[in-house]
């Protein structure tokens, strides 16, 4: 089975908490580059960002990243 | 994780980014003096304070140019995976054209009647050096 990331709500949760992508970038020790890079689906990131990203935003990674049978 | 764990982990996570940070303008100015020894023993000294100094610079500007660009500070901090995966999809990059280099190098030497060298051992080194690092870290899972 493969999976693939087709989109996320990367963006849309951290307007909702009226954060930067800088404020974001520096809670997650990445630069702001990979935050946007991540919200306009370029950059996929790795296991360890992803489940960082949904914790920060109180929500499973399957809410943040929507995932895909390919 | 207690949050005093995750607060140790946070700081030693930033302490090594430090020391990588570091480590590129520290290894040009080392480099630069080593350029310099190898001039004057090889007796063109002004080549080499012009090889220090050039050296000396880069270490500067490195750790200069760092706090400006997140590109730069990401490939000398290692702390950011989308910069780190991209420095090392560049290497295999770079890595390419030299195996290219090598192999054609060799090609146009032995097809002179020379023994291929120093392509051909460089050549060995590389693929010899590739083999060693793709055991080690099929070996480490």
Redesign the interface.
């Known amino acids: 089975m493969e999976l693939v990331v087709v989109g996320n709500s990367v963006r849309a949760l951290r307007t909702g908490r009226g954060l930067s992508q800088a404020q974001l970038a520096g809670a997650m020790?990445?630069?702001?580059?990979?935050i946007n890079?991540i919200e306009v689906g370029r950059?996929t990131?790795?296991l360890?960002?992803a489940v960082a990203l949904a914790r920060y935003f109180g929500s499973a990674v399957e809410e943040v990243f929507d995932v895909q049978e390919r | 994780m207690s949050r005093n764990a995750s607060a140790g982990n946070a700081e030693r996570a930033a302490a090594r980014r430090r020391l990588y940070y570091w480590s590129t303008p520290a290894l040009s100015a080392v480099f630069g003096v080593v350029f310099l020894l190898a001039f004057l023993a090889g007796g063109h000294p002004l080549t080499g304070w012009l090889a220090l100094g050039f050296m000396l610079v880069l270490a500067a500007g490195s750790a200069l140019l760092g706090r400006f660009s997140e590109t730069v500070k990401g490939l000398m901090d290692r702390g950011d995976e989308r910069i780190v995966a991209i420095d090392q999809r560049a290497i295999t990059g770079a890595a390419m054209a030299l195996v290219l280099v090598l192999i054609g190098g060799a090609i146009v030497e032995l097809a002179r009647g020379h023994s291929g060298a120093p392509f051909t051992w460089l050549a060995a080194v590389f693929g010899l050096t590739y083999l060693a690092t793709l055991t080690v870290l099929r070996l480490r899972g």
């Open positions: 020790g990445v630069s702001r580059q990979t890079s950059y990131p790795s360890a960002l």
